[in-house]
C-alpha cells in the first residue's frame, strides 16, 4: 500500500546518467486510522456499558386493621425465609414445621414447580428475611419474582417462632 | 491528432484526514467522558436483569454501605431547597456559607451535629476519616427527617428515589430505610443494581422472546 509517487520526469537525461529515484516522504496512516477508530469504538462502548440499572421495586402501605390485610389461600402460599450464609428455609400451606432448606440457584425449581401446580390466582410467595440476611439476598429472591414472572408475592419479617427456628437449624446445621 | 495519454491515477487514499478525523473524535469523547467520581464510600451493588437505567435527574439517593451505614446524596439542583426544608424542620440556621460548602458536598454521612464540619472538608480529607454515617435508628431518625425535607423541596415534581446497596450490607438495614420513607409516604422506590443478562429457558426469558418476534411481526 505504501504509495511511491514517481513523476514521470518531463525532460531526459542522458542516456548514461541513470535517474535517481525520489522516495516518498508519505506514509501509510491506514493502520493508524484503524487505530483510531478501534480506541473510539472502545471508549463508547464501556462508556454507555457502566451505567447502572434500577430495579423498580413497590411496597403496600402499612396497615393497621388487620381486615385490610392481603388474604391467601394456604393451598396457594409458598413462604421463602432467607436465612444466614446464603440459604433460603421454605415451606408450603401454612405449617412451618415442614421447612426445607435449599439455595439460591436451587430455588427457581422450588418456585417454578409451585407455579405449575397451583392456579394463577391462588399463587402467592411470601419472603421473610431474616436478620442476618443480606441486601444482595433480598436483591437476588425479588430478581427471582421477576425472572420466574411471579406477580403476587409480599416482603415480611418473620415471626418469632420462625427465627427461633431457622435459629435452631443453623445450630444444628453448624451455619456461620 | 496525438491523444493525450490518459493518466493511471492512484488507487491509494489519503488517509491523513480520516486519520484527524479519527484522532478528533477520540481526544473528543476521552475529554467529554465524565469519570467516575472517586466515591468515598465504596460499594458494590447486586445484579439484577432488570434492564431500565438508573434515574440521573431528580434523584434522592440513600447508599448503604457494607458496614451498614446510611449515605444520603440528591440532585445539586434540589440541595439548596432540601437544605432549607431540613432547617426548618428541624429549627436549625444555616449560613449563606454553610449552604455553599452543603451544596459543593457530594454526599451526606455524618449526623446534623457535624453537618457543617463535613461540608467543609475536601476530598483527600474525606478519605481519611472514618464516616459515622447518617443515623437511622428509632431514638434519632435523621434519615427520615432528611426524606421529609427532600419531600417538601419538591412538592408537586417527580422526585426519583433511590437505593443503592452493598451486597453485604444486612437485610434489617434495608428494611429501616425503607420504613424510613414509608413514614413519608414513600412507597415506590428505584434499587441501584448491575446489569445481569436474563437467564434462557426461565419465563421471563420466554416472554421476553415473545415480545421480541411479535414485536417483530407486527
Given at each position: 500500500?505504501?504509495?511511491?509517487?514517481?513523476?514521470?520526469?518531463?525532460?531526459?537525461?542522458?542516456?548514461?546518467?541513470?535517474?535517481?529515484?525520489?522516495?516518498?516522504?508519505?506514509?501509510?496512516?491506514?493502520?493508524?486510522?484503524?487505530?483510531?477508530?478501534?480506541?473510539?469504538?472502545?471508549?463508547?462502548?464501556?462508556?454507555?456499558?457502566?451505567?447502572?440499572?434500577?430495579?423498580?421495586?413497590?411496597?403496600?402501605?402499612?396497615?393497621?386493621?388487620?381486615?385490610?390485610?392481603?388474604?391467601?389461600?394456604?393451598?396457594?402460599?409458598?413462604?421463602?425465609?432467607?436465612?444466614?450464609?446464603?440459604?433460603?428455609?421454605?415451606?408450603?400451606?401454612?405449617?412451618?414445621?415442614?421447612?426445607?432448606?435449599?439455595?439460591?440457584?436451587?430455588?427457581?425449581?422450588?418456585?417454578?414447580?409451585?407455579?405449575?401446580?397451583?392456579?394463577?390466582?391462588?399463587?402467592?410467595?411470601?419472603?421473610?428475611?431474616?436478620?442476618?440476611?443480606?441486601?444482595?439476598?433480598?436483591?437476588?429472591?425479588?430478581?427471582?419474582?421477576?425472572?420466574?414472572?411471579?406477580?403476587?408475592?409480599?416482603?415480611?419479617?418473620?415471626?418469632?417462632?420462625?427465627?427461633?427456628?431457622?435459629?435452631?437449624?443453623?445450630?444444628?446445621?453448624?451455619?456461620? | 491528432m496525438a491523444r493525450a495519454k490518459i493518466k493511471r491515477g492512484s488507487t491509494t487514499v489519503d488517509m491523513t484526514?480520516?486519520?484527524?478525523?479519527?484522532?478528533?473524535?477520540?481526544?473528543?469523547?476521552?475529554?467529554?467522558?465524565?469519570?467516575?467520581?472517586?466515591?468515598?464510600?465504596?460499594?458494590?451493588?447486586?445484579?439484577?436483569?432488570?434492564?431500565?437505567?438508573?434515574?440521573?435527574?431528580?434523584?434522592?439517593?440513600?447508599?448503604?454501605?457494607?458496614?451498614?451505614?446510611?449515605?444520603?446524596?440528591?440532585?445539586?439542583?434540589?440541595?439548596?431547597?432540601?437544605?432549607?426544608?431540613?432547617?426548618?424542620?428541624?429549627?436549625?440556621?444555616?449560613?449563606?456559607?454553610?449552604?455553599?460548602?452543603?451544596?459543593?458536598?457530594?454526599?451526606?454521612?455524618?449526623?446534623?451535629?457535624?453537618?457543617?464540619?463535613?461540608?467543609?472538608?475536601?476530598?483527600?480529607?474525606?478519605?481519611?476519616?472514618?464516616?459515622?454515617?447518617?443515623?437511622?435508628?428509632?431514638?434519632?431518625?435523621?434519615?427520615?427527617?432528611?426524606?421529609?425535607?427532600?419531600?417538601?423541596?419538591?412538592?408537586?415534581?417527580?422526585?426519583?428515589?433511590?437505593?443503592?446497596?452493598?451486597?453485604?450490607?444486612?437485610?434489617?438495614?434495608f428494611s429501616a430505610v425503607i420504613d424510613a420513607f414509608k413514614k413519608n409516604d414513600i412507597y415506590k422506590y428505584?434499587?441501584?443494581?448491575?446489569?445481569?443478562?436474563?437467564?434462557?429457558?426461565?419465563?421471563?426469558?420466554?416472554?421476553?422472546?415473545?415480545?421480541?418476534?411479535?414485536?417483530?411481526?407486527?
Amino acid at each position: 500500500m505504501a504509495e511511491m509517487e514517481v513523476k514521470s520526469s518531463g525532460h531526459k537525461k542522458g542516456p548514461g546518467v541513470k535517474k535517481s529515484k525520489k522516495q516518498s516522504t508519505r506514509v501509510d496512516l491506514t493502520p493508524m486510522v484503524d487505530l483510531g477508530f478501534l480506541l473510539i469504538t472502545f471508549f463508547i462502548f464501556t462508556t454507555t456499558m457502566s451505567q447502572p440499572t434500577s430495579m423498580n421495586l413497590s411496597m403496600p402501605k402499612d396497615t393497621k386493621n388487620p381486615d385490610d390485610n392481603t388474604k391467601v389461600k394456604e393451598s396457594g402460599s409458598l413462604t421463602l425465609m432467607l436465612g444466614k450464609g446464603n440459604v433460603i428455609y421454605y415451606y408450603f400451606g401454612n405449617d412451618p414445621s415442614k421447612m426445607q432448606t435449599t439455595g439460591y440457584k436451587a430455588v427457581r425449581q422450588i418456585i417454578l414447580d409451585k407455579k405449575k401446580s397451583t392456579p394463577a390466582e391462588d399463587l402467592f410467595l411470601i419472603i421473610k428475611p431474616d436478620k442476618d440476611a443480606t441486601y444482595k439476598n433480598a436483591v437476588d429472591i425479588l430478581d427471582e419474582m421477576n425472572i420466574d414472572d411471579i406477580s403476587r408475592y409480599a416482603m415480611v419479617d418473620p415471626t418469632p417462632d420462625e427465627y427461633d427456628k431457622i435459629q435452631q437449624t443453623e445450630k444444628s446445621g453448624g451455619v456461620q | 491528432m496525438a491523444r493525450a495519454k490518459i493518466k493511471r491515477g492512484s488507487t491509494t487514499v489519503d488517509m491523513t484526514a480520516m486519520c484527524d478525523v479519527a484522532f478528533l473524535l477520540l481526544t473528543f469523547f476521552i475529554l467529554a467522558a465524565k469519570f467516575k467520581p472517586s466515591s468515598a464510600i465504596e460499594v458494590t451493588t447486586p445484579s439484577s436483569v432488570s434492564n431500565k437505567h438508573a434515574p440521573q435527574k431528580d434523584y434522592f439517593n440513600v447508599t448503604i454501605n457494607k458496614n451498614n451505614q446510611v449515605f444520603i446524596d440528591m440532585d445539586d439542583g434540589m440541595k439548596e431547597d432540601v437544605l432549607d426544608e431540613l432547617a426548618k424542620e428541624r429549627n436549625l440556621t444555616f449560613s449563606p456559607a454553610d449552604i455553599k460548602a452543603f451544596k459543593q458536598a457530594t454526599f451526606v454521612g455524618v449526623p446534623l451535629s457535624q453537618l457543617n464540619q463535613f461540608t467543609r472538608l475536601d476530598a483527600d480529607q474525606l478519605k481519611k476519616i472514618t464516616l459515622p454515617g447518617v443515623p437511622y435508628d428509632s431514638t434519632n431518625n435523621e434519615l427520615q427527617a432528611w426524606i421529609t425535607a427532600a419531600v417538601n423541596a419538591n412538592l408537586g415534581k417527580k422526585t426519583n428515589f433511590l437505593i443503592k446497596g452493598d451486597d453485604a450490607a444486612k437485610y434489617p438495614t434495608f428494611s429501616a430505610v425503607i420504613d424510613a420513607f414509608k413514614k413519608n409516604d414513600i412507597y415506590k422506590y428505584n434499587l441501584i443494581t448491575n446489569a445481569e443478562d436474563v437467564p434462557p429457558g426461565t419465563e421471563l426469558y420466554k416472554k421476553n422472546m415473545e415480545g421480541k418476534m411479535s414485536g417483530g411481526t407486527k
